[in-house]
Nanobody, 123 residues
Framework: QGQLVESGGGLVQDGGSLRLSCAAS????????MGWFRQAPGKEREFVAA????????EYANSMKGRFTISRDNAKITIFLQMNSLEPEDTARYYC????????????????WGQGTQVTVSS
Protein backbone atom coordinates (compact mmCIF):
# COMPACT_ATOMS: atom_id res chain seq x y z
CA GLN A 1 0.00 0.00 0.00
CA GLY A 2 1.54 3.27 -1.08
CA GLN A 3 1.94 6.10 1.36
CA LEU A 4 2.20 9.86 1.13
CA VAL A 5 3.93 11.87 3.84
CA GLU A 6 3.61 15.64 4.03
CA SER A 7 6.05 17.98 5.75
CA GLY A 8 6.98 21.64 5.89
CA GLY A 9 3.99 23.07 7.69
CA GLY A 10 4.31 25.45 10.59
CA LEU A 11 3.52 28.87 12.00
CA VAL A 12 4.22 31.89 9.80
CA GLN A 13 3.28 35.55 9.91
CA ASP A 14 0.89 37.25 7.53
CA GLY A 15 2.73 37.81 4.24
CA GLY A 16 5.25 35.07 4.89
CA SER A 17 6.14 31.96 2.90
CA LEU A 18 6.28 28.22 3.42
CA ARG A 19 7.24 25.29 1.24
CA LEU A 20 5.35 22.06 1.73
CA SER A 21 6.66 18.68 0.59
CA CYS A 22 4.90 15.40 -0.03
CA ALA A 23 7.07 12.32 -0.32
CA ALA A 24 5.66 9.15 -1.83
CA SER A 25 6.74 5.71 -0.70
CA UNK A 26 6.76 3.92 -4.06
CA UNK A 27 8.23 4.59 -7.49
CA UNK A 28 4.76 3.98 -8.96
CA UNK A 29 3.70 7.44 -7.78
CA UNK A 30 6.09 9.08 -10.23
CA UNK A 31 3.52 8.23 -12.90
CA UNK A 32 0.54 9.45 -10.87
CA UNK A 33 -1.20 12.77 -10.96
CA MET A 34 -0.87 14.51 -7.62
CA GLY A 35 -2.32 17.47 -5.83
CA TRP A 36 -2.81 19.49 -2.69
CA PHE A 37 -6.00 20.08 -0.75
CA ARG A 38 -6.63 21.91 2.49
CA GLN A 39 -9.21 21.87 5.22
CA ALA A 40 -9.77 24.54 7.83
CA PRO A 41 -11.67 23.86 11.07
CA GLY A 42 -15.40 23.80 10.45
CA LYS A 43 -14.98 23.98 6.69
CA GLU A 44 -15.06 21.50 3.86
CA ARG A 45 -11.89 20.27 2.24
CA GLU A 46 -10.98 22.42 -0.76
CA PHE A 47 -8.80 22.00 -3.80
CA VAL A 48 -5.53 23.93 -3.82
CA ALA A 49 -3.47 22.74 -6.78
CA ALA A 50 -2.72 19.73 -8.95
CA UNK A 51 0.08 18.60 -11.25
CA UNK A 52 0.35 16.01 -13.99
CA UNK A 53 2.79 13.14 -13.70
CA UNK A 54 5.16 14.84 -16.13
CA UNK A 55 4.88 18.19 -14.37
CA UNK A 56 3.88 19.95 -17.57
CA UNK A 57 0.26 20.52 -16.57
CA UNK A 58 -0.69 22.40 -13.42
CA GLU A 59 -3.97 23.73 -12.11
CA TYR A 60 -4.76 26.03 -9.22
CA ALA A 61 -7.76 27.19 -7.28
CA ASN A 62 -8.50 30.82 -8.18
CA SER A 63 -7.60 32.17 -4.76
CA MET A 64 -4.15 30.57 -4.93
CA LYS A 65 -3.15 31.65 -8.42
CA GLY A 66 -0.10 33.86 -8.36
CA ARG A 67 0.69 33.02 -4.74
CA PHE A 68 1.15 29.24 -4.74
CA THR A 69 3.29 27.11 -7.03
CA ILE A 70 3.09 23.35 -7.32
CA SER A 71 6.02 21.35 -8.64
CA ARG A 72 7.40 17.84 -8.54
CA ASP A 73 10.65 15.92 -8.58
CA ASN A 74 9.98 12.44 -9.92
CA ALA A 75 13.50 11.29 -9.13
CA LYS A 76 12.67 11.85 -5.46
CA ILE A 77 8.98 10.91 -5.89
CA THR A 78 8.12 14.17 -4.19
CA ILE A 79 5.83 17.08 -4.92
CA PHE A 80 6.10 20.56 -3.47
CA LEU A 81 3.84 23.50 -2.78
CA GLN A 82 5.57 26.85 -2.54
CA MET A 83 3.25 29.25 -0.75
CA ASN A 84 3.99 32.97 -0.81
CA SER A 85 2.10 36.01 0.47
CA LEU A 86 0.33 33.85 3.00
CA GLU A 87 -2.80 35.20 4.65
CA PRO A 88 -4.59 34.19 7.86
CA GLU A 89 -7.31 32.74 5.61
CA ASP A 90 -4.74 30.18 4.38
CA THR A 91 -4.63 28.61 7.84
CA ALA A 92 -5.61 24.97 7.40
CA ARG A 93 -4.35 21.43 7.36
CA TYR A 94 -2.84 20.72 3.97
CA TYR A 95 -3.15 17.29 2.43
CA CYS A 96 -1.36 15.61 -0.44
CA UNK A 97 -3.29 13.37 -2.83
CA UNK A 98 -2.37 11.01 -5.65
CA UNK A 99 -4.23 9.00 -8.26
CA UNK A 100 -3.71 7.60 -11.76
CA UNK A 101 -6.52 9.89 -12.97
CA UNK A 102 -6.10 13.67 -13.17
CA UNK A 103 -9.84 14.27 -12.94
CA UNK A 104 -10.02 12.13 -9.85
CA UNK A 105 -7.27 14.16 -8.22
CA UNK A 106 -8.76 17.60 -8.90
CA UNK A 107 -12.23 16.52 -7.79
CA UNK A 108 -10.94 15.27 -4.44
CA UNK A 109 -11.58 11.58 -5.00
CA UNK A 110 -7.97 10.42 -5.04
CA UNK A 111 -7.13 6.89 -4.07
CA UNK A 112 -4.20 7.92 -1.90
CA TRP A 113 -4.03 10.64 0.76
CA GLY A 114 -1.44 11.74 3.26
CA GLN A 115 -2.06 12.58 6.90
CA GLY A 116 -1.63 16.28 6.34
CA THR A 117 0.58 19.05 7.66
CA GLN A 118 -0.71 22.06 9.59
CA VAL A 119 -0.18 25.57 8.30
CA THR A 120 -1.02 28.46 10.60
CA VAL A 121 -0.75 32.07 9.46
CA SER A 122 -0.84 34.68 12.20
CA SER A 123 -2.11 38.20 11.64
Amino acid sequence: QGQLVESGGGLVQDGGSLRLSCAASERTFSRYYMGWFRQAPGKEREFVAAISWSGTITEYANSMKGRFTISRDNAKITIFLQMNSLEPEDTARYYCAADPSYTTVVTGRSRYWGQGTQVTVSS
